[in-house]
């Protein structure tokens, strides 16, 4: 199946900075990837849809502001978490779409695990 | 707005069969999904419903009914390694802009 990768795999940072985490797709090309942000034992939040060339697309009660998402080529997509909080920590997850006949897929990073002191 | 209903946890014995029950209230319904997830691990994809009934694949098998909302994955021949998180997820909007949006997802625990 295709590939989505992310980078880093884990980060540590401290209350105040930022930290940008990287999702490509290797081996196709997606022109919308998707963010999104889980809690232990809960759910995939849906974050934002990224665009590839446009400016992306915050679901409800996400700050723009604070999740900087950058969707530079057809294979990369950016999301920077600004000036970190704790309540910040998190497992972040990107995800690329395909359609394989009928069949909506999406392919999941293994997913960036934020963890601000 | 949108939400989908998955029952919190379910334990079974390996060998035997589990069937996870998702109903979902959502406009723009476009489709089923189904994703296991193991601990510390990314969602993978188990299957996609469009149309009413049922499809299989191997051990697991999912099903749809749009009249009712509702749908199922059923897990066949049960193994240790079954055990992980299952989401239902709506796939929902268009299929040049739709999104997923995932159910709260179902605990599978194998027993020997």
């Known amino acids: 199946g295709a590939v989505v990768s992310q980078h880093p795999s884990w980060v540590i940072c401290k209350s105040g900075t930022s930290v940008k985490i990287e999702c490509r797709s290797l081996?196709?090309?997606?022109?919308?990837m998707f963010w999104y942000r889980q809690f232990p034992k809960q759910s995939l939040m849906l974050m934002a849809t990224s665009n590839e060339g446009s400016k992306a697309t915050y679901e409800q009660g996400v700050e723009k502001d604070k999740f900087l998402i950058n969707h530079a080529s057809l294979t990369l997509s950016t999301l920077t978490v600004t000036s970190a909080h704790p309540e910040d920590s998190s497992f972040y997850i990107c995800s690329a779409p395909r359609f394989l006949g009928a069949a909506y897929e999406q392919y999941f990073g293994p997913g960036t695990r934020l963890t601000v002191t | 707005g949108q939400s989908l209903e998955q029952p919190s946890e379910v334990t079974a014995v390996e060998g035997a069969i589990v069937q996870i029950n998702c109903t979902y209230q959502t406009s723009g319904f476009y489709g089923l999904s189904w994703y296991q997830q193991h601990d510390g691990g990314a969602p993978t994809f188990l299957s996609y419903n469009a149309l009413d009934g049922l499809e299989e694949t191997g051990r697991f098998s999912s099903f749809l009914s749009r009249s009712d909302s509702y749908g199922y994955l059923l897990l066949q021949e049960l193994q240790m390694k079954d055990s992980a998180s299952y989401f239902c997820?709506?796939?929902?909007?268009?299929?040049?802009?739709?999104?997923?949006?995932f159910g709260q997802g179902t605990t599978l625990q194998v027993k020997p």
């Open positions: 997820a709506v796939f929902h909007g268009s299929s040049n802009t739709g999104k997923l949006i």
């Open positions: 081996d196709f090309q997606a022109t919308t």
